[in-house]
């Protein structure tokens, strides 16, 4: 009987008001009792609440004639052991689990069986020795054959802890081996303290002992309690015995596996092995002659399931495997069979898609059959699903709801296999014609498409209604969708030119009002909207417009003096404005003026430099620990920039191998955007809202120009800059992302020219989102990475679209010499070409997650996977292939460029006016200790896990400490906290 039955059999004698004898109980006990089976955890927590609950059964009804023998390493575990007859025992119990009927019931517990023990001679005491002495006068006494005074001697060693564990082994050793006074070893073992009775080699030389005396149930007990992995052959060879004798066949034969692979000799061994293997094969036999015979009236599952056992009992029993594949194929025949015979009877659909793809898989010999009905009814359901949305579409369209509209046709373009249908649906509709093979809209993200779509349906339907107002800035929106398609052209163009001549006419009764008003107030008002008016018309006739204004100006306001011309020259000077400052020194006569204009202004602007010896070495002590002489600015594809304690601004180019330090009034400096190829620099410096714009290069520099972003871009109230980044094209232009305050109002990625009042060129913005992120892609020529929720761009220098994704950015590193980006996606770092097509996933990343919102990004190293952060004070390095954070060390003792192609410690000499550094990339993974981040999303944590969390991922900082707060306050609130974050 198997397991299952026993534990259903005890199940059932519990439940019965039957009392059965105490031999039935104690087998069963004996049956069930899971501690030398493999069972799933459940089931063993099953069984030894039955055999529990048996054990109380046995002691309320005869526990007069049974008596409870505590272990001698836990009083907790008691032997149950028959009080007359030593070899019958109902295993061991734990005393918190019987009742108080058994423990009232039960008899007084022995202290010993003194029947197995010999009886010990008087004799003199002996001196106590030393347990190594003891060893070896004893060993010299068995030499001359004195066995008698060997084992007194040997048996009154004594020891209090695990030093001297060595000796009393190998007394308990001598004892068995060479005396074989086994009730000596187990009177001297169990005299020792508790402590050396729980350690694992000591319990099993009296697990031993005690099976060689006759003492099988204690044996057992200790047995039970070893793994099998540390037992020695020979005691795996007694356990083996124990267990066949009681009935666990297949136990025994494991062990005896266990033993054969241990080195060593036993003699018991080869034929305990044969005897289990002769009973086990008896036993076998027995279950496959009753397979055979259920299989013989054709009852499948009973003959699978007597062969099943067959093997359990014995596993290298070939017949009853060929039983159980024969029984397998018959099964397996039968049931491909009756799943042919529904097929032929089923409908079409999904069912019928089941059954064949359910035959896919487990017919192999009509395989290619199969996938070529799969395949036709594939087809066939695809064919009606494309007729019904087909027909759907028809409906959407009457009734005029054209976002469902819309899904359909998308739905319909990806569906290659049916290019006519979406065809025929395009041409349900003139408003469907533009989404016929539009790859413009295809490039976008979906939300921006269908946006962009339904504007111009929007637009088209007002004018077909005749309400002209507000289409045309609707069309100029979704105008590079769709402009290359016939239906929206001619649209367009009618559109257009009904708004020209409309603004022609206003423009025209504007000047009408003009002539003869001498205001230069209400001048400058109507000319305010005429050229509102005039943006629509072609350039030749906004350049005609605006010389008559300017003429007409001319006459109302009087000319700037040359003190104005003056201030211009210097806010020109300031802004870089080549051109304008040459147009406007022309224009003031008063040399002494200009001597102090230039004077001012080369004050601002003045910059020194002076250069440096820039080396690598080895020899360089790498300490982490100390504050760094030197705080890092930012860097670039091939610039670190450092700031002293003096204030003075070094800037190492590691591809020239040089460094300059350089000197100026203006403070807190620190690296907003580069073109490093031409040594063109835009640092923050002052306030968040001052710039300067820097030409530095091997040993001279200079500053060209400083402007504050309010008042040199003319923003209006409200508005804050996000990100300004350089134009490689024109000193004066500069790319913006800005937002306005308290989100009322689009996001906006422009061009902008300083103290220009034509405002932002080429500004896009993306589904109205208030907040636009922004990184440089490339500076020669320049692109952008740009995005919102759920949409990311790249972006050409007239911030076209090159290629969409639909994915929030949370961009890390942008690695443009490789052409790689890495980013952070739902739960783990990515890395992808700027086409947005070749991927690659670092599922040991999770950590990322914790870092993306306090920590500063300070570098990324695409050869070793780490990446540099910051919080406070305090740095550390993220191994992002393997999930592990290294212990953290003083910020800033640590630089790089971006991307990290090295890691560099460094020495700074300003007298010498020398700057050492040395590669610390292979060093970091050696000197910094590193540990595994734990990332288990959706985990409850306990507090003194959370606090080890914290403690890990915030360096050290305690939740008193605040380093969210400190971080915030360091970044502070314009978008240009990461400022080492400059994307090459």
């Not at 060893?135 to 060693?157: G, N, P, W």
């Not at 304690?645 to 009034?665: H, P, V, W, Y």
Request: glycine share 4%; aromatic share 8%; net charge negative.
């Amino acid at each position: 009987m198997t397991w299952d039955l026993h534990v259903a059999e005890a199940e059932t004698l519990l439940e019965s008001s039957r009392i059965p004898s105490s031999l039935e109980i104690i087998t069963l006990i004996k049956r069930i009792n899971p501690t030398r089976l493999q069972l799933p955890e459940a089931d063993r927590e099953r069984g030894y609440r039955i055999k529990g609950a048996l054990q109380n059964l046995l002691l309320e009804q005869y526990g007069e004639a049974f008596c409870l023998v505590p272990l001698a390493w836990s009083t907790e575990i008691v032997l149950i052991k028959h009080s007359v007859l030593p070899s019958v025992d109902a295993c061991h119990a734990v005393v918190g689990a019987l009742s108080e009927k058994a423990l009232r019931t039960v008899a007084e517990p022995v202290e010993s069986s003194p029947s197995k023990l010999p009886p010990k001679k008087k004799a003199k005491p002996l001196d106590p020795y030393p347990p190594k002495d003891a060893l070896r006068q004893a060993q010299q006494l068995l030499e001359k054959f004195e066995y008698c005074q060997a084992e007194e001697l040997l048996s009154s060693i004594r020891i209090e802890n695990s030093c001297a564990l060595p000796s009393l082994l190998a007394a308990a050793t001598l004892l068995m081996e060479e005396i074989g006074a086994y009730g000596t070893v187990i009177e001297m073992l169990l005299s020792q303290p508790k402590a050396v009775l729980k350690d694992t080699s000591v319990r099993e030389i009296l697990a031993l002992a005690y099976y060689r005396n006759g003492m099988i149930p204690e044996a057992r007990a200790l047995f039970d309690a070893l793994p099998a992995a540390v037992l020695q052959k020979n005691s795996l060879c007694a356990y083996a015995e124990i267990s066949f004798k009681d009935g666990s066949l297949t136990h025994a034969y494991r062990l005896l596996e266990e033993a054969g692979s241990k080195e060593g000799f036993v003699a018991m061994l080869a034929p305990l092995k044969k005897e289990i293997e002769e009973t086990m094969l008896a036993e076998a036999h027995t279950w496959l002659q009753s397979a055979q015979e259920a299989l013989s009236r054709d009852l499948l599952a009973q003959a699978e399931s007597l062969s099943l056992e067959a093997l359990a009992r014995y596993p290298a029993l070939p017949k009853a495997r060929e039983m159980v594949a024969k029984v397998k194929a018959r099964r397996e025949a039968e049931e491909l069979a009756a799943l042919w015979e529904r097929l032929e009877t089923s409908e079409q659909g999904a069912p019928r898609l089941d059954l064949l793809e359910t035959l896919l898989n487990r017919d192999t010999k009509h395989k290619e059959k199969i996938a070529r009905l799969l395949a036709a009814e594939k087809a066939a359901m695809k064919k009606e699903l494309v007729h019904s949305r087909l027909q759907e579409l028809r409906e959407e369209t009457a009734q005029e709801r054209w976002p469902k509209c819309y899904h359909i046709i998308d739905w319909l373009s990806r569906q290659s296999d049916h290019a006519g249908s979406y065809r025929d649906a395009c041409a349900l509709s003139p408003n469907f014609s533009v989404l016929h093979n539009n790859r413009r809209l295809q490039k976008v993200a979906g939300k921006t498409a269908r946006e962009a779509w339904l504007r111009w349906v929007q637009a088209r339907s007002a004018l077909q209604a005749g309400r002209r107002e507000g289409c045309l800035e609707l069309m100029e929106g979704v105008r590079e969708y769709f402009e290359h398609y016939p239906e929206f052209a001619e649209e367009y163009r009618n559109l257009l030119g009904w708004e020209q001549e409309s603004a022609r006419s206003e423009i025209a009764d504007l000047l009408q009002q003009v002539e003869g008003d001498a205001d230069p107030l209400r001048v400058c008002t109507l000319f305010n909207r005429v050229r509102k008016k005039m943006t629509i018309l072609p350039e030749e006739e906004k350049i005609a417009y605006k010389k008559i204004m300017q003429d007409r100006m001319a006459l109302v306001m009087p000319g700037p003096t040359e003190e104005e011309f003056a201030n211009a020259y210097h806010c020109a000077l300031l802004f870089g404005n080549v051109e304008a400052a040459a147009y406007f020194r022309e224009m003031v006569s008063d040399t002494d003026r200009l001597e102090q204009v230039e004077k001012d202004v080369s004050e601002l602007m003045k910059l020194e430099a002076a250069p440096m010896t820039l080396t690598f070495s080895d020899d360089i002590p790498i300490d982490l620990a100390s504050q760094s002489p030197l705080r890092c600015l930012g860097s670039t594809n091939r610039h670190i920039f450092l700031v002293d304690d003096k204030g003075d601004m070094i800037m190492a180019d590691l591809e020239e191998m040089t460094a300059t330090r350089f000197t100026s009034i203006l403070d807190r400096m620190s690296l907003v955007d580069a073109l490093p190829a031409q040594g063109i620099f835009l640092f923050r410096t002052y306030d968040d809202s001052f710039f300067a714009r820097a030409e530095l290069s091997s040993g001279k520099g200079a500053i060209t120009a400083l402007f504050d972003a309010p008042s040199g871009l003319l923003m209006k109230d409200g508005t804050k800059v996000n990100n300004i980044y350089l134009s490689s094209e024109r000193a004066i232009d500069y790319y913006l992302n800005t937002s306005e305050k308290e989100g009322t109002a689009p996001a906006t990625m422009g061009r902008q020219r300083l103290r220009s009042k034509n405002g932002m060129v080429d500004a896009i913005q993306i589904n109205d989102e208030p907040r636009i992120y922004s990184w440089r892609l490339s500076s020669n020529p320049d692109k952008f990475i740009i995005g919102a929720t759920d949409e990311t761009r790249i972006c050409a220098k007239n911030l076209t679209l090159d290629v969409a994704m639909a994915m929030t950015p949370d961009i890390w590193e942008v690695d443009e010499a490789n052409g790689h980006i890495y980013y952070f996606y739902i739960h783990m770092l990515k890395r992808v070409d700027f086409d947005f097509d070749n991927y690659v996933e670092f599922p040991d990343s999770g950590g990322c997650f914790f870092f993306r919102d306090y920590h500063r990004m300070l570098g990324l190293c695409p050869a070793t996977n780490t990446i540099h952060l910051a919080l406070r004070d305090k740095s550390a390095l993220y191994d992002y292939s393997a999930n592990k954070l290294s212990e953290p060390f003083s910020a800033d003792t640590i630089v790089s460029t971006r991307p990290a192609r090295k890691w560099y410690c460094f020495h700074y000499d300003r007298d010498a006016g020398e700057l050492k550094l040395r590669d610390v990339t292979e060093e970091v993974f050696k000197i910094l200790e590193w540990k595994t981040v734990p990332f288990r999303m959706g985990r409850t944590w306990s507090d003194k896990e959370y606090q080890e969390l914290h403690n890990l991922l915030y360096f050290g900082y305690s939740s008193e400490d605040n380093p969210e707060s400190s971080v915030s306050s360091q970044e502070g609130e314009d978008g240009f906290g990461d400022t080492a974050r400059v994307a090459m």
